[in-house]
Structure formats: structure tokens, C-alpha cells
């Protein structure tokens, strides 16, 4: 299971690196909010056309198939930042110090070498799609209304490069707090447990109802 996680912040190199890269991820995060708005208005339109004019509109499924990995990846990185990807617990929880260090940074090693094999396959893929000599730099286009569909493939490579520079950051962090014997390293998500999370959970109601 995922549970709720802080970040630390320092002065140190690490940690501005930390922040830097989280501009980046929460603009990406935006960039799927925003499709998943955007889904939601073009059924409003679609089904409003269908039902008041008999007229849906044309090529609502080839819309749908563009904002899929805008909504699937451009928040993982995000997410992976704080800690919030589904993960078994059972047995981290369990650890401290320097052993628990050395499992995370054990996992997060192996994530990261299987991202960097998805960044290569899918960028091999997006490369099938995209030819400079093409009209609209396209060899495929979508089936209703042909919609290149090349800038859809470009988005997964992105996305998972993204998330491979946080991972190598949180290895930065790991290797760091297992080398120094750090108890509250920072740029890594620290999982609290029940009674920090009623604590924090507490003080952002108090800041609402001070608002």
C-alpha cells in the first residue's frame, strides 16, 4: 500500500536539485489535470451534439486515444516524489536506519533500470511513428480523423525520462542517508505513520479554519 509521505528540504546541493526538477514535475501533473478537464468537456459537447443536433462530435474516440498518456504518465514522476505509488509495506515498515535505507535503495535502483529500458523501447516506438518527410512529420494517423498520432508516442519517453531523474535523485538520497547513517534524509518521501499523519492531517484543517 502507498502511504502519506513527507519530503525534506535543505540548502544542499541535493536538495535544490530536489525542488528544481519538482517545477518540472508539477507542471507535467497540470498537463494531466488538464486532460482529464478536457475529457470531460468534450463528452459535455459530444453527447450535447448528439442528443440536440444529432451531430456528435467527429472523431471523439481518436481525442480520447491522444490524451491517454498525457492522463497515464505525465504524473508519475510527480507522484513517485512523494511517495505515493502503490507499494507493499509489510515488511519496510518494519525497518529503520540503515536497513531500511538499503531496501529502498535497492527498489528504487530496480525501478530505475526498468524505466531507462521503457525510455528506450518507447522512444524506439515514438521514432517508428515520427518522419520529418512525411506530411504533418507523420507515418501513422489515427483512424477517424487521422490525427498524427506521433506527439501521443512522444509523450511516454518524456514522461519516463522525467521519472528516471527523480529516481536518480531518491538514489542520491538513499545512498547518501546509507552512508551516513542519516535518520531523516532529505529529497527521499519518509512515510509517516498513523499518528504523524493525524497530525499533519490536524494542522491543515487548523490552517483552513484560520483562512
Same mark, same amino acid.
Given at each position: 500500500?502507498?502511504?502519506?509521505?513527507?519530503?525534506?528540504?535543505?540548502?544542499?546541493?541535493?536538495?535544490?536539485?530536489?525542488?528544481?526538477?519538482?517545477?518540472?514535475?508539477?507542471?507535467?501533473?497540470?498537463?494531466?489535470?488538464?486532460?482529464?478537464?478536457?475529457?470531460?468537456?468534450?463528452?459535455?459537447?459530444?453527447?450535447?451534439?448528439?442528443?440536440?443536433?444529432?451531430?456528435?462530435?467527429?472523431?471523439?474516440?481518436?481525442?480520447?486515444?491522444?490524451?491517454?498518456?498525457?492522463?497515464?504518465? $505525465?504524473? !508519475?514522476?510527480?507522484?513517485?516524489?512523494?511517495?505515493?505509488?502503490?507499494?507493499?509495506?509489510?515488511?519496510?515498515?518494519?525497518?529503520?536506519?540503515?536497513?531500511?535505507?538499503?531496501?529502498?535503495?535497492?527498489?528504487?535502483?530496480?525501478?530505475?533500470?526498468? $524505466? $531507462?529500458?521503457?525510455?528506450?523501447?518507447?522512444?524506439?516506438?515514438?521514432?517508428?511513428?515520427?518522419?520529418?518527410?512525411?506530411?504533418?512529420?507523420?507515418?501513422?494517423?489515427?483512424?477517424?480523423?487521422?490525427?498524427? !498520432?506521433?506527439?501521443?508516442?512522444?509523450?511516454?519517453?518524456?514522461?519516463?525520462?522525467?521519472?528516471?531523474?527523480?529516481? $536518480?535523485?531518491?538514489?542520491?538520497?538513499?545512498?547518501?542517508?546509507?552512508?551516513?547513517?542519516?535518520?531523516?534524509?532529505?529529497?527521499?518521501?519518509?512515510?509517516?505513520?498513523?499518528?504523524?499523519?493525524?497530525?499533519?492531517?490536524?494542522?491543515?484543517?487548523?490552517?483552513?479554519?484560520?483562512?
Amino acid at each position: 500500500m502507498a502511504g502519506q509521505a513527507s519530503v525534506l528540504e535543505d540548502l544542499s546541493l541535493l536538495s535544490r536539485l530536489d525542488r528544481s526538477l519538482l517545477t518540472i514535475e508539477r507542471f507535467l501533473a497540470l498537463l494531466s489535470g488538464l486532460a482529464v478537464f478536457s475529457l470531460m468537456v468534450l463528452a459535455v459537447v459530444s453527447v450535447g451534439g448528439r442528443n440536440a443536433f444529432n451531430a456528435p462530435l467527429p472523431g471523439y474516440v481518436d481525442w480520447i486515444e491522444q490524451a491517454m498518456p498525457l492522463i497515464a504518465f $505525465m504524473g !508519475i514522476a510527480y507522484v513517485q516524489r512523494d511517495g505515493g505509488h502503490i507499494r507493499m509495506d509489510l515488511v519496510v515498515s518494519k525497518l529503520s536506519g540503515r536497513a531500511l535505507w538499503f531496501f529502498e535503495l535497492l527498489s528504487v535502483t530496480l525501478i530505475l533500470l526498468l $524505466m $531507462m529500458a521503457l525510455v528506450w523501447g518507447s522512444w524506439e516506438h515514438f521514432l517508428r511513428a515520427f518522419d520529418f518527410n512525411a506530411p504533418l512529420w507523420s507515418r501513422d494517423s489515427s483512424i477517424d480523423i487521422g490525427i498524427p !498520432i506521433w506527439p501521443a508516442k512522444l509523450l511516454a519517453p518524456v514522461a519516463f525520462a522525467v521519472l528516471c531523474l527523480r529516481l $536518480m535523485l531518491q538514489i542520491w538520497g538513499y545512498g547518501r542517508a546509507l552512508v551516513l547513517g542519516l535518520e531523516s534524509p532529505v529529497a527521499v518521501p519518509l512515510i509517516q505513520d498513523t499518528a504523524a499523519q493525524a497530525a499533519a492531517e490536524a494542522e491543515q484543517l487548523e490552517g483552513h479554519d484560520n483562512g
